[in-house]
């Protein structure tokens, strides 16, 4: 039996695998064990195989890869639609094959194992920075209830974090107190997590050529442009900017119908 087009639906411990010959026919469905994904692909000749855009789509497609196989990533949104009833693993796999054989289909590029660093940084930095946020938020909010206020900013949460909070030292219960000492040494170390993040995204951008390019852009800083490089790492992905700048989510969202054009907001999914 020759398989030419086969689907893996994903997962942490058990992939489902369906493939389908040169005319359609499916003439292969099969349970995989994880330990048992490169074994068996291995012992198969190259074919065309399609997978989820997902957290482990990169390294799945990276490993069939090196094995021989044209490996392709699709956005889960564009499967979707190929899944004729129900939610299985062996329907999105089915569905998973029939859209990759599809000559419409836009598939995600593969990323390096340097391109997943670089997305990484940057992710954990949000990450950090949102728990920042939260946190001063936190502070703010139980300082202004006994009468104690700061500006806005996370430049001006220093005047909270340099208030004397010792004992009898500001009117504040002693339980008060014992919460806003645990909140208080959350902040400085977050703090630095994040500046060391943000020092190795600059130390980054000043070793990608495109990254500075991108920075002498008005508005664009070292953030940004790292950000940019590390996601969109080949551009000749976009055939014009206007496919940029709508991968981006820099164009309203288009939904007309009867003739009728109607045009969204902007979803800014990146910067």
Excluded at 236 to 245: D, E, I, L, P, V
Aim: glycine letters at 8%; proline letters at 5%; hydrophobic letters at 45%.
């Amino acid at each position: 039996m020759q398989v030419n087009t086969i689907g893996i639906d994903l997962a942490k411990q058990v992939f489902q695998v369906h493939g389908v010959d040169a005319a359609g026919a499916v003439v292969l469905r099969k349970r995989l064990r994880r330990s048992e994904v490169v074994r068996f692909f291995g012992m198969r000749p190259g074919c065309l195989m399609g997978m989820e855009a997902c957290a482990t789509g990169h390294h799945w497609a990276c490993e069939l890869s090196a094995l021989g196989h044209e490996a392709r990533l699709i956005p889960p949104s564009y499967v979707k639609p190929h899944v004729r009833r129900g939610k299985t693993d062996a329907a999105d796999a089915e569905a998973i094959c029939e859209a990759v054989s599809r000559p419409s289909m836009r598939f995600v590029p593969l990323k390096t194992a340097e391109h997943q660093s670089e997305l990484m940084l940057h992710r954990s930095r949000d990450l950090l920075v949102r728990q920042r946020t939260m946190l001063v938020n936190a502070l703010r909010g139980h300082f202004a209830e006994f009468g104690i206020v700061a500006a806005q900013g996370i430049r001006r949460v220093g005047e909270l974090a340099a208030l004397p909070i010792a004992e009898d030292a500001t009117p504040l219960p002693p339980l008060a107190r014992e919460v806003l000492r645990a909140l208080l040494a959350q902040l400085q170390p977050l703090g630095e997590r994040i500046a060391r993040l943000e020092a190795a995204i600059v130390a980054s951008h000043r070793k990608n050529e495109v990254s500075r390019r991108l920075a002498s852009v008005p508005g664009v800083g070292p953030i940004t442009a790292s950000a940019i490089v590390a996601s969109a790492a080949d551009a000749h992905q976009f055939k014009s900017a206007r496919h940029f700048a709508a991968w981006l989510g820099l164009t309203p969202r288009s939904h007309s119908t009867g003739g009728k054009e109607r045009l969204g907001g902007i979803s800014n999914n990146l910067l």
